[in-house]
């Protein structure tokens, strides 16, 4: 079929956060986060994302423990995105 794009795309579940859900996309170059069917935030990645996963963010006490970011493997690294920064964080 003509519509069909080739490429890998990934889903993450946020477990901390079951209605959190992040989607890569490796021609596309982007990571999409959902909370349950609303997209609030896009980001481009510099390289193809092939992995990604929540990770947990601070020291592991208090607050700032929770998953909130997410390590994605694109090319030969790895990065890390805070998905509570905006656009421009």
């Known amino acids: 079929p003509g519509g069909m794009m080739p490429g890998w795309a990934g889903v993450c579940f946020n477990h901390e956060a079951p209605n959190f859900v992040a989607i890569a ?21 510099l390289l193809n994302p092939y992995c990604i996963a929540f990770v947990r963010g601070g020291n592991g006490k208090g607050s700032g423990s929770e998953r909130n970011l997410l ?15 905006s656009e421009r964080g």
Not at 27 to 43: E, L, P, Q
Not at 72 to 84: P, T
């Open 25 to 45: 996309r490796h021609f596309a170059k982007t990571i999409d986060v959902f909370d349950g069917d609303r997209r609030v935030r896009t980001m481009q990645t």
């Open 71 to 85: 390590s994605v493997a694109e090319g030969n690294q790895i990065a890390l995105y805070d998905v509570r920064q």
